[in-house]
């Protein structure tokens, strides 16, 4: 208010102590638009548009759809299409008071990888293996991922896929006799470095070879604090960095720090052991994955592996927005020259101050992403709207880092 149609341009009502603040408020009406889309590659309009508002309200039409009334103004939108033949994404809309409003939105093909998971022995089909696509040579596997699911025949078709170059992660079904793996360019590995890479052009549908699962072996071990000598009762080991409530690549700890993962394939694996009061470091120790000591797992076969994990530098800060008031945002911290996710925060106190342990010493980037009500920024440290123009900071190997934060209204890409 008064009159505005997002959080970040709204006016603010001063409340005094003891008075009443009289605020008056003329409401808008909602009315609707329609919307277009045009493929990116051919300039084509595209058939099977959708617009996704909550779950009452996700109207599909062919070539153009009427989106249901909202508040006039711009307004943001998620956009695909019935059958996935586009990548999808945000638009934003200008609502007319009159219903009049048009938007046309640049829609990009999407890609498909086609393949077969089979049996590495004797080549027999096998059903519900998943595949997920992974940027080339990162080794971050996504929160949530897609489930693109081998069925009775091994068939599978990895849809939605942006131009690129990709690797594949391939997980079995749960209580399958087979392991996970990165699909290698002639049979599965542990290594990601190690992956086939499948390179992509929008629109493309690319065949890549059977995907040959082997036996799963397990991994078990103790994590324990090295200052302590104690267990870690709180954390997880992942094949790579989480940041959701629940683990998609890994397990928790139990109260005496043990894990188990009984799904992994007969390779050796770096493993990423994340633990409350101590640095994310991967097997080895090592604050980088390409630095791991490789876990090897043999098929049908249990692996003993114990830590204990360092614990690191302890980096804290405040969080500003700015006009210099507190914020509750999120960090994400970054080795500056590989790009790896080192060390994040989970959670952070109302008063804007932020704690969080990394293994030094080393140069790094600081993201952060601030949510407020109905909008998302992001930015890196010191006053970066881009990656490129992030400021490094140089980790000690030891001790204490302050390091207090600004945020921006940057918004989300």
Not at 373 to 397: C, F, K
Request: glycine share 12%.
């Amino acid at each position: 208010m008064p009159g505005r149609t997002s959080w970040a341009q709204a006016g603010t009502v001063r409340v005094s102590a003891g008075d009443t603040t009289e605020v008056s408020e003329r409401l808008l009406a909602p009315s609707g638009s329609t919307l277009r889309a045009r493929d990116a590659v051919t300039g084509a309009a595209v058939d099977g548009l959708c617009v996704f508002l909550d779950p009452r309200r996700n109207p599909c039409g062919d070539t153009r759809v009427t989106v249901p009334p909202l508040i006039p103004g711009p307004q943001e939108v998620w956009v695909y299409t019935r059958d996935d033949t586009h990548l999808p994404r945000y638009a934003t809309v200008n609502v007319l008071a009159d219903g009049s409003g048009t938007a046309v939105v640049v829609l990009t093909p999407a890609a498909n990888v086609v393949s077969r998971v089979v049996d590495a022995a004797t080549g027999a089909p096998v059903a519900g293996a998943c595949v997920t696509p992974v940027p080339a040579g990162t080794g971050e596997l996504p929160d949530n991922p897609g489930r693109y699911c081998s069925d009775a025949s091994g068939n599978v078709r990895v849809g939605l896929v942006a131009a690129g170059s990709w690797n594949l992660f391939a997980r079995p079904a749960g209580g399958s006799a087979y392991g996970a793996q990165w699909v290698g360019a002639t049979g599965g590995t542990g290594d990601a470095k190690q992956a086939r890479v499948v390179t992509l052009r929008a629109g493309q549908t690319v065949t890549v070879p059977p995907i040959r699962l082997d036996r799963a072996g397990v991994v078990t071990g103790t994590v324990t604090s090295a200052a302590t000598g104690r267990p870690a009762t709180s954390g997880a080991v992942t094949l790579a960095p989480e940041s959701g409530f629940f683990l998609d690549w890994g397990v928790k700890l139990d109260a005496q720090g043990r894990y188990r993962i009984d799904w992994l394939g007969p390779y050796a694996w770096p493993l990423l052991f994340t633990t409350a009061d101590n640095a994310a470091q991967w097997s080895g120790g090592f604050a980088l994955r390409g630095k791991a000591v490789p876990v090897t797992v043999r098929a049908g076969a249990t692996t003993v592996y114990n830590l204990a994990v360092r614990r690191g530098v302890l980096v804290t800060g405040r969080l500003v927005d700015p006009e210099g008031r507190p914020v509750v945002a999120e960090l994400t911290v970054r080795n500056a020259r590989t790009r790896e996710v080192i060390g994040y925060t989970l959670d952070l106190d109302r008063d804007g101050e932020y704690a969080l342990r990394v293994l030094g010493p080393q140069p790094v980037t600081v993201a952060w992403l601030w949510t407020p009500p109905y909008v998302l920024y992001a930015g890196w440290y010191d006053g970066a709207a881009r990656p490129a123009d992030a400021t490094e900071v140089t980790l000690p190997g030891t001790g204490t880092l302050r390091l207090d934060v600004a945020v921006d209204r940057f918004p989300a890409a």
